[in-house]
């Protein structure tokens, strides 16, 4: 079995900080993919940042120049930066791989909650 554990979300103030992380743990052959979506308050969930196996990654427009995606081993990094309070939003790690017994898989984390605002 694998499981996802998320961790970093909290209050923070316009302008500020916050890093996520997601440790992925288990029975992993091989991680195809990483990254982390989010959900605000009657929108659908987004796709805000991802990094494949070879390190190439992929952001949400509106997050580019604010945010960084990272990878070690296992587990994925979010740095956010000069966040604002349209980034308010619960913030779910993803990841494809594959596992023991199943084969190919996608999880999602269980949710960290952001919220920005002074």
């Known amino acids: 079995q694998v499981q996802l554990v998320e961790s970093g979300g909290g209050l923070v103030q316009p302008g500020g900080s916050l890093r996520l992380s997601c440790a992925a743990s288990?029975?992993?052959?091989?991680?195809?993919?990483m990254g982390w979506y989010r959900q605000a308050p009657g929108k659908q969930r987004e796709l805000v940042a991802a990094?494949?196996?070879?390190?190439n990654t992929n952001y949400a427009d509106s997050v580019k120049g604010r945010f960084t995606i990272s990878r070690d081993k296992n587990t994925v990094y979010l740095q956010m930066n000069s966040l604002k309070p349209e980034d308010t939003a619960v913030y779910y790690c993803n990841v494809e791989a594959v596992v023991a017994t199943t084969g190919y898989v996608r999880l999602w984390g269980q949710g960290t909650l952001v919220t920005v605002s002074s």
């Open positions: 990094i494949t196996s070879g390190g």
């Open positions: 288990g029975n992993i052959f091989s991680i195809y993919a």
